[in-house]
Structures are given as structure tokens and as C-alpha cells.
């Protein structure tokens, strides 16, 4: 019966399985083994509670099991609990201290408290004992570029595809990467042609087809972005649902908003000389006029972005490297010096379920603290990073919200005035340091501060439709 049911599980037949587990233990009430079999297949169903109930069942059987203490960790990770997942990678090393698994398991659970030299140790340890531990070399690539060090972050995923080179999901970390900080000296010849090989799990990887749509918008290639887009919406709602709730986001997210910003054509610049370039630094609405014209004292300009996904002001505001700086800071620095620079982050502070709204209530801090704070550091960190450039600085405010019916009055109203509050300072910051603000709000605000319905192209972002009017404001600048 046992054996019946690890022959289930293996076809996927968890619930079978799981019968098959529970005659075996009728039978045989002291099986160790059907207790620990059950608990990966109710690991595999969603289920860890019930899968640490059966793993604590095998263990008072045979105490002795690593492997039940190990699975164990990953349920209660699974859970949200790193720290007792640690004590129970501890114990099934203590009883098999070569046991790569755990290490590797410890360095997650690490990673998910913010002990991110700690979680590098743990995969480390992983690679002394199993040396072509593919897992382990892609979450130390994931790790060091969450610390900024984005070069020692290439040249682990590049290990990591010299070990698998069909490795899906350390292909898709990768090329986010790249399509971040394509244009910069990080990115050679040799890390792109690693992430060329488009195997058949890859292709079907729904993360992998909305980079590759934000690499074909980014290079100004509407025809594949479509492409990519269509091939995303042909997997089954499955395919999904099954990802990481940030990707599920981030996924949705970038296909709406491709969708709509390839429904206007591209105007092509690439006759412009070099120096009729504006380089758009941001998040997400570095996007919004990419690939347009936009007149600066009467010459034409072409837009071209330099993304940074989820970047917010204030990650720019804190003392810690991290992968937002790393990044923007390769771009700022590939750019041509002189140039003229839009930048635009702060958007995602002033939603009502992150940034300033959700970091007062938590850390119970007034919010006109956070925002103080974080607008100084934002803007005292480029103008660190300008020190050798001499680029003209635009900075975007964030524009007018649209009412979410979702939410009550009171937090729309939360909303509209942490955006006031934010746009005020940065005005203020920005102009003492002498740079350009572009005030999008302005144009965008009807009388009751909420949008006005004229220039959105989804509940966050702006059309390219915008582009005039921040021409009127660029033409009061001297």
C-alpha cells in the first residue's frame, strides 16, 4: 500500500495516494515511511499544516529521519515561518551534516528573513557538498543581485547555465536582469548568448514570455511584443495561477499595459544623432513615452527608457545597497554625459496597499516623517550619482489617482493626500537642488484631486498622449 502510493503520487494522483498512505498506516500503525510519503503528498496538494502533522507522526516513529526534518522546514516555510523551518534544517543537519538539500533549504529560509550573507554562507555549504548544484548557484545569483552586487550575480547565473543550460527559471532571472541593464558594461557577449536557448519549458514558462514582450518593447519592436503577448495568453489559466504571487503581478501588470502602449505606433528616431536622445530612468512609467518624439526648444528628442521593475523612491532612500540602486545606478552611469533625464519613481509609494500608507501603520510612524525622509533621500541620491555627469534631471511627479471603488472613501482620500504630500516635497527638494520638476498631476487632476480621465491608460499609467504638455512645461525651463 505504501508502495501503491508513492506510484500515485509519482502520476499525480494525490488524493489516491494519500488513501493508499492511510490503509498502509491501518495496517501498520508504527510505519515511518508512510507517514513521511504522505506528508510530501500533502505538501504537494497545498497543504502544510497537514503535511508537518505527518512529518512530526514519522519523526516520533523514527527520530532519526533527515529527510522528515527537512521537508518539515520547507512546510513552515511554506507557512511563513523561517525561523522555526531554521531550527528544523538545523536538526536534519545535525543528523546528516552532508546533507546539500538542507543547506540549500537553510540558505531559503535565511534569504526570506533578510540574512542575505547568512543565506550565501548556507548556499555555499550547499556547493561544498554537491559542487554542480544548479538550485544553489541560481538563488546565489538571486541573492547577490538583491545586495546590488549585480556582476557576481551574472556570473552565477552564467555557472548556473554552464551546469543546466535549459534551466528555465534561473534563464528567466537572468533576462530580467539583462533587460534592465542591456545597454550597460555588465552585459556581455557571452551572458547573452546563454540566454538564447529557448527550450520547449522555457517557452512555456508564462514569465519568461512577458520579459521577453518588455525586452521587445524596450528595443522598440512592437511587432514582437505582440507576439510575446499572444503566446502569454494562450496558456491555459493553470499555467497561471500556479506561479509566485509577485510574478502572477507582475505578469498581469506588464500585459495590460504593453497592450495598450503598442496600440499606438512607434515614431522611429533613430536618424537622431546621439545627443537627440532623452533617457526616461524609472519603474514601470518610464515606459509611458518611450519610442516617441518629444520637442525640447524646438529640436526633436526620442524617448528611449531605462527600466528598473518595482523600483520605488524609497528604495533610493535607504542607507543599504540594494538591487534598485545597482541597477539604476549602471544605467544613470551608461548614459552619455550631458544628457537630459527623466526620472520616474515614487508612483508605487502612494499606493494604499504599500509604501507610505501601509510602512505608517506598521511602523507606526507619522507619514509625513516617511515622506520626508524618503524624497530626500531619493533626490540626494541622484544628485550624488550626477556629481560626474552633469546630466539635466527632470524628475516626474506622481500623477493625479484614479478612485478605486474597491476601497473605501477614507483611503482613496489617504491616497490623494500622500500624493499631495509626496509631490510637495519633491517639488521643493527637487528645485533646491536646482533640477526640473515635471508636474504630471497637474494636467491630470480634475477638481476633486481624483484623475480626470484624460490622459490614463490603466488604473496607474499615463498615455504618450501626455507628451505635450510636458513639452509646454519643458519650454518654461531655461
Same mark, same amino acid.
Given at each position: 500500500?505504501?508502495?501503491?502510493?508513492? @506510484?500515485?503520487?509519482?502520476? /499525480?494522483?494525490?488524493?489516491? $495516494?494519500? /488513501? @493508499?498512505?492511510?490503509?498502509?498506516?491501518?495496517?501498520?500503525?508504527?510505519?515511518?515511511?508512510?507517514?513521511?510519503?504522505?506528508?510530501?503528498?500533502?505538501?504537494?496538494?497545498?497543504?502544510?499544516?497537514?503535511?508537518?502533522?505527518?512529518?512530526?507522526k514519522a519523526l516520533s516513529i523514527k527520530?532519526?529521519?533527515?529527510?522528515?526534518?527537512?521537508?518539515?522546514?520547507?512546510?513552515?516555510?511554506?507557512?511563513?515561518?523561517?525561523?522555526?523551518?531554521?531550527?528544523?534544517?538545523?536538526?536534519?543537519? =545535525?543528523?546528516?551534516?552532508?546533507?546539500?538539500? @538542507?543547506?540549500?533549504?537553510?540558505?531559503?529560509?535565511?534569504?526570506?528573513?533578510?540574512?542575505?550573507?547568512?543565506?550565501? %554562507?548556507?548556499?555555499?555549504? $550547499?556547493?561544498?557538498?554537491?559542487?554542480?548544484?544548479?538550485?544553489a548557484y541560481n538563488n546565489i545569483g538571486?541573492?547577490?543581485?538583491?545586495?546590488?552586487?549585480?556582476?557576481?550575480?551574472?556570473?552565477?547565473? !552564467?555557472?548556473?547555465?554552464?551546469?543546466?543550460?535549459?534551466?528555465?527559471?534561473?534563464?528567466?532571472?537572468?533576462?530580467?536582469?539583462?533587460?534592465?541593464?542591456?545597454?550597460?558594461?555588465?552585459?556581455? %557577449?557571452?551572458?547573452?548568448?546563454?540566454?538564447?536557448?529557448?527550450?520547449?519549458?522555457?517557452?512555456?514558462?508564462?514569465?519568461?514570455?512577458?520579459?521577453?514582450?518588455?525586452?521587445?518593447?524596450?528595443?522598440?519592436?512592437?511587432?514582437?511584443?505582440?507576439?510575446?503577448?499572444?503566446?502569454?495568453?494562450?496558456?491555459?489559466? #493553470? #499555467?497561471?495561477?500556479?506561479?509566485? =504571487?509577485?510574478?502572477?503581478?507582475?505578469?498581469? =501588470?506588464?500585459?495590460?499595459?504593453?497592450? !495598450?502602449?503598442?496600440?499606438?505606433? +512607434? %515614431?522611429?528616431?533613430?536618424?537622431? @544623432?546621439?545627443?537627440?536622445?532623452?533617457?526616461?530612468?524609472?519603474?514601470?512609467?518610464?515606459?509611458?513615452?518611450?519610442?516617441? +518624439?518629444?520637442?525640447?526648444?524646438?529640436?526633436?528628442?526620442?524617448?528611449?527608457?531605462?527600466?528598473? +521593475?518595482?523600483?520605488? =523612491?524609497?528604495?533610493?532612500?535607504?542607507?543599504?545597497?540594494?538591487?534598485?540602486?545597482?541597477?539604476?545606478?549602471?544605467?544613470?552611469?551608461?548614459?552619455?554625459?550631458?544628457?537630459?533625464?527623466?526620472?520616474?519613481?515614487?508612483?508605487?509609494?502612494?499606493?494604499?496597499?504599500?509604501?507610505?500608507?501601509?510602512?505608517?501603520?506598521?511602523?507606526? !510612524?507619522?507619514?509625513?516623517?516617511?515622506?520626508?525622509?524618503?524624497?530626500?533621500?531619493?533626490?540626494?541620491?541622484?544628485? %550624488?550619482?550626477?556629481?560626474?555627469?552633469?546630466?539635466?534631471?527632470?524628475?516626474?511627479?506622481?500623477?493625479?489617482?484614479?478612485?478605486? !471603488?474597491?476601497?473605501?472613501?477614507?483611503?482613496?482620500?489617504?491616497?490623494?493626500?500622500?500624493?499631495?504630500?509626496?509631490?510637495?516635497?519633491?517639488?521643493?527638494?527637487?528645485?533646491?537642488?536646482?533640477?526640473?520638476?515635471?508636474?504630471?498631476?497637474?494636467?491630470?487632476?480634475?477638481?476633486?484631486?481624483?484623475?480626470?480621465?484624460?490622459?490614463?491608460?490603466?488604473?496607474?499609467?499615463?498615455?504618450?498622449?501626455?507628451?505635450?504638455?510636458?513639452?509646454?512645461?519643458?519650454?518654461? +525651463?531655461?
Open positions: 500500500y505504501n508502495n501503491m502510493g508513492n @506510484a500515485l503520487k509519482g502520476q /499525480g494522483k494525490l488524493e489516491e $495516494a494519500i /488513501g @493508499a498512505y492511510n490503509k498502509a498506516l491501518s495496517i501498520k500503525p508504527d510505519s515511518a515511511d508512510a507517514y513521511y510519503n504522505m506528508g510530501i503528498a500533502l505538501q504537494d496538494q497545498g497543504k502544510p499544516e497537514e503535511a508537518i502533522d505527518a512529518y512530526t527520530p532519526d529521519s533527515a529527510g522528515a526534518y527537512n521537508n518539515m522546514g520547507i512546510a513552515l516555510q511554506d507557512q511563513g515561518k523561517p525561523e522555526e523551518a531554521i531550527v528544523a534544517y538545523n536538526q536534519a543537519l =545535525a543528523i546528516k551534516p552532508d546533507y546539500a538539500e @538542507a543547506c540549500y533549504n537553510m540558505g531559503n529560509a535565511l534569504k526570506d528573513q533578510g540574512e542575505l550573507d547568512k543565506a550565501i %554562507e548556507a548556499y555555499e555549504k $550547499a556547493l561544498s557538498l554537491k559542487p554542480n548544484y544548479a538550485d538571486i541573492t547577490l543581485q538583491e545586495q546590488g552586487k549585480l556582476g557576481e550575480a551574472i556570473e552565477a547565473y !552564467k555557472k548556473v547555465l554552464s551546469i543546466k543550460p535549459d534551466y528555465a527559471e534561473a534563464i528567466v532571472n537572468a533576462s530580467s536582469l539583462r533587460n534592465q541593464i542591456s545597454e550597460t558594461t555588465l552585459i556581455n %557577449e557571452e551572458f547573452d548568448k546563454r540566454l538564447e536557448n529557448h527550450n520547449p519549458e522555457l517557452l512555456a514558462t508564462p514569465k519568461f514570455q512577458i520579459n521577453q514582450a518588455v525586452r521587445a518593447f524596450l528595443i522598440s519592436d512592437q511587432e514582437l511584443v505582440q507576439k510575446h503577448l499572444n503566446s502569454y495568453s494562450s496558456f491555459p489559466p #493553470s #499555467s497561471i495561477t500556479e506561479l509566485k =504571487a509577485k510574478d502572477r503581478v507582475f505578469c498581469s =501588470a506588464y500585459t495590460s499595459l504593453l497592450e !495598450k502602449l503598442i496600440q499606438t505606433p +512607434f %515614431e522611429n528616431g533613430a536618424s537622431f @544623432a546621439d545627443d537627440q536622445t532623452v533617457f526616461h530612468v524609472g519603474e514601470s512609467h518610464c515606459l509611458s513615452y518611450a519610442h516617441r +518624439f518629444i520637442k525640447i526648444h524646438g529640436t526633436d528628442y526620442t524617448v528611449v527608457p531605462k527600466i528598473t +521593475f518595482g523600483g520605488k =523612491a524609497y528604495h533610493f532612500s535607504t542607507q543599504k545597497e540594494n538591487s534598485y540602486k545597482a541597477i539604476t545606478g549602471s544605467n544613470f552611469d551608461s548614459l552619455p554625459d550631458n544628457s537630459i533625464v527623466f526620472i520616474s519613481f515614487g508612483e508605487i509609494d502612494c499606493r494604499p496597499d504599500e509604501g507610505f500608507i501601509s510602512a505608517a501603520k506598521k511602523h507606526k !510612524k507619522p507619514i509625513e516623517d516617511l515622506v520626508s525622509d524618503t524624497v530626500r533621500g531619493y533626490v540626494d541620491w541622484f544628485v %550624488e550619482q550626477n556629481q560626474n555627469k552633469n546630466h539635466s534631471l527632470f524628475f516626474f511627479n506622481v500623477p493625479a489617482p484614479i478612485y478605486k !471603488k474597491k476601497y473605501s472613501t477614507e483611503v482613496n482620500g489617504k491616497v490623494t493626500s500622500t500624493i499631495r504630500l509626496f509631490n510637495s516635497l519633491l517639488h521643493k527638494t527637487v528645485l533646491d537642488h536646482e533640477f526640473n520638476i515635471i508636474d504630471v498631476n497637474k494636467f491630470t487632476a480634475g477638481k476633486d484631486g481624483y484623475s480626470n480621465g484624460l490622459f490614463h491608460i490603466d488604473g496607474f499609467h499615463l498615455s504618450s498622449e501626455a507628451i505635450p504638455l510636458i513639452e509646454k512645461q519643458i519650454g518654461t +525651463f531655461v
